[in-house]
């Protein structure tokens, strides 16, 4: 017993090291934005900045685009999830297993090819506007979280869902409370991916007239305003790394306890 | 035994008997039936063990009493009921399941998983909480430590017990176990082992257990069915009587070497001849006691205090120098000395065959009670081991 103690010490004496190397690594990501927002406030200051470039560099124009970067890349990661751990679950029951290689095979041609054909294919097919940049979006994020879904219920033990069906839980009993929550760390960090991806690819909806960071991108290209560019390339990036970072906590937090 | 409790009521605490009629099952594109008509009645209260080489079906068997896996063709009754008539989630709540490593879910504290079957069953949450109480108490875990742990921060005999204290929660007549004890080490085996045996004599549920382990069957079992391929049940008997007269070379390499080692495991001394021993009390004379002696297969005799405990002994010789009673008279010349090793009826032949080697004497003492019932010798042992193999061919029960 006192070897078990011993090990049980071990144990919680490592868990708080572990947590704290957790808690720098998500400390990390808002210093990284900050040093982003700080260089390019010293940028702007020291550029060149003409009355056409200031219609585009103002708090308004940016903080709409924002937004609108924003529910393109949550609009569209909430239809992926929608679409993809149903279908994940669907394609991890006995039966369906048959399926799974050309559902996978599908979603890796909507990822696989470059997202600015998807979206310049489709808008050509069904025109310009919101909703298609949220279909091509979706197409071309579906992978990751339909992947994690399917990979997450797999890599459930067998066993413990034997142990579920052997003292009579019913099999939807089994998926809900024993191999969901299992499931629950992977399946998080496809969601992640999928999230991240689309707010990459909220960028191009610019293209087809769906708004966002893109704008300023566009703008910049077309006019040859760099630090129009400039500013919307690093907003962008810092969008990113922001919104990856909001889900790492939630994934912190969503974790099963004990596992 | 097994005219203790025969009905299949459950939750009533005892066991139930299992009977398996014509059960085959076959896979779809598989010529050979995994399990090919089996036959089997596990009364009630008993410890079953299936035991047999990997792939012979002894799990697809197990796994059919609780329609895990549903049989092809057959019977299956538990209790006298056909399980088959039965809702399978509302039945398996009622049977007991444990496999290897517990099949604890790591999200869920011990407790949670205790509480599962009783919380399906709706019990109430202060019956539950007090049940989840008395199971981890029942197996030895003290509930206010080990509760509101998950199952990772347990050991694996930890887990094991608490697999078991889940398994038992809801109080099930028939308790099935598929090679539970497999994925820990040694010494935790045996100790979960000799728990499982108190348990048992506690609960006397009906517990089919799987194992490839012939060691195990013999030490756990009340009964083994050796399984061959489809489940053929080649042999289906008492440790002893399988050890003691294998039905083929099959069931001969199972048991594997030193068959008649395990035999003198499973036997105890209470139930066997004891040697011919003169015994004597300190009142006795010396004539007579030597009278007795000399009608005995060894030269002393075994001198008991008032309550007839063995003390020590007395040789032919010292006897023939005393006139009158023995007494305490003593000559250590002579090879008298003091009967430091006793041992019990309880003890198996191989305690006593172990005692015989330590004493460093051809005769040690055997008391009941502490009482003085006879003394076991190396001959002793061996009439034991043909009388069993005689026993076990003339009863020749399969």
Known sequence: ?259 | MSDTNSNGGSGNGSGAQIELRNVTKRYAGQKIAAVDNVNLTIPAGEIVMFVGPSGCGKTTTMRMINRLIEPTDGEILIGGEDVRKKDPNELRRHIGYVIQAGGLFPHMTVADNIALVPKMLGWTASKIAERVREMLALVGLEPGQFANRYPRQLSGGQQQRVGVARALAADPPVLLMDEPFGAVDPITRAHLQDELLSLQDELSKTIVFVTHDFDEAVKLGDRIVILAEGSKIVQYDEPGAILANPADDFVRGFIGEGGAMKLLNVTRLADIELANVASAGPGDTAAQVLEKVNNSEVPWAVVLDDSKRPVRWITAETLAEIDGPIGDHSNADNGDHNAQITISGRSTVQEALEALLKADQNVVPVTVRRRYVGSVTLNVVQNAINQLRDKAKAGGRK
């Open chain 1, 1 to 259: 017993m006192s070897t078990l103690a011993e090990q049980e010490l071990q144990a919680t004496g490592a868990a708080p090291s572990e947590a704290d190397r957790k808690v720098w690594a998500l400390l990390s990501a808002p210093a990284v934005i900050l040093v982003g927002a700080l260089g390019l406030f010293v940028y702007l200051s020291n550029a060149t900045i003409d009355d056409s470039m200031k219609a585009t560099l103002n708090g308004q124009v940016i903080a709409t685009q924002i937004r609108e970067h924003l529910v393109l890349s949550a609009v569209s990661t909430v239809i992926v999830l929608c679409i993809a751990v149903p279908l994940g679950i669907a394609l991890s029951r006995k039966g369906a297993k048959v399926a799974t290689p050309i559902v996978l095979a599908l979603a890796n041609i909507g990822q696989g090819a470059p997202a600015i054909g998807i979206i310049a294919l489709l808008a050509v097919w069904l025109g310009i506007g919101f909703w298609v940049a949220i279909l091509a979006m979706s197409v071309y994020s579906i992978l990751p979280a339909l992947r994690n879904t399917l990979v997450g219920l797999e890599q459930v033990d067998p066993a413990l869902v034997d142990a579920g069906r052997g003292i009579g839980m019913s099999a939807p009993a089994v998926l809900f409370k024993v191999e969901l929550p299992l499931a629950v760390p992977v399946i998080l960090a496809g969601i992640r991916t999928t999230l991240v991806l689309n707010v990459g690819m909220a960028a191009l909806a610019a293209f087809i007239g769906a708004g966002g960071l893109g704008n300023m991108v566009v703008t910049g290209v077309k006019l040859f305003q760099i630090p129009v560019l400039v500013t919307g390339s690093i907003l962008i990036a810092m969008l990113a790394l922001a919104v990856d970072w909001v889900a790492a906590i939630a994934e912190r937090f969503l974790h099963p306890k004990g596992v």
